[in-house]
């Protein structure tokens, strides 16, 4: 299993011209989604890179969407891929197994989100944090981890982020979820004001 994880800004998108012509290279994309923002042209371009770097032709092939809204190739190829963006930054996860990735610009704070959307031993986790004055990253930490799971499943949001948990007390992350299953590994990076987490 190789993860192949990629991220770029696209504050340059903002030209009319250039995005029409990113949009016309790119492959075309089915359903709910698919759309000409800045963010999704970005994220599938990037997304054509990467796929180019590991020797496979992103045009031609179709990106279709499942049931809860994961983007996939329809037809045969043996690569999945997760997108994700945040701000002025896109990310695209890559591997031979199926994965789920997130990103996060970690200037805005959301402290009442995590009462919402974290489960109780996330929320004493983030209490413990905010002691030692860790709690921005510490939230964002969790926020990626939890979403890229999410995505790695398949059911992105349908699967509530408070029905599970990512427990960041021991060496690894890890998840502990009724259904599906949490088992998975964890790839995370913090850089330039952003939290980028992978899950496979």
Do not use: N
Request: proline fraction near 6%; glycine fraction near 14%.
């Amino acid at each position: 299993m190789k993860v192949v994880t990629a991220a770029a800004g696209i504050g340059d998108l903002s030209s009319p011209e250039l995005l029409a012509g990113l949009v016309r290279a790119l492959p075309e994309e089915r359903g709910a989604g698919a759309g000409t923002r800045p963010a999704s042209v970005g994220a599938r371009a990037l997304l054509a890179a990467v796929f180019d770097m590991l020797g496979y032709r992103l045009s031609g092939l179709v990106i279709a969407r499942g049931a809860c809204g994961k983007p996939y190739i329809s037809g045969p190829c043996p690569l999945h891929f997760s997108l994700s963006h945040s701000g002025d930054i896109v990310m695209c996860a890559v591997c031979d197994v199926p994965v789920g990735c997130d990103t996060e610009y970690t200037g805005r704070r959301r402290p009442r989100v995590a009462g919402r959307f974290f489960s109780e031993g996330e929320r004493a986790y983030l209490s413990g944090a905010e002691g030692a004055g860790e709690d921005g990253d510490a939230f964002f930490r969790l926020w990626t981890l939890k979403e890229s799971f999410q995505k790695l499943t398949g059911l992105g949001f349908a699967l509530p982020m408070s029905e599970f948990t990512v427990d960041l007390t021991g060496d690894q992350p890890a998840v502990s979820c009724p259904w599906p299953s949490g088992d998975c590994r964890f790839f995370e990076e913090s850089e330039g004001g952003y939290r980028f987490a992978a899950a496979v």
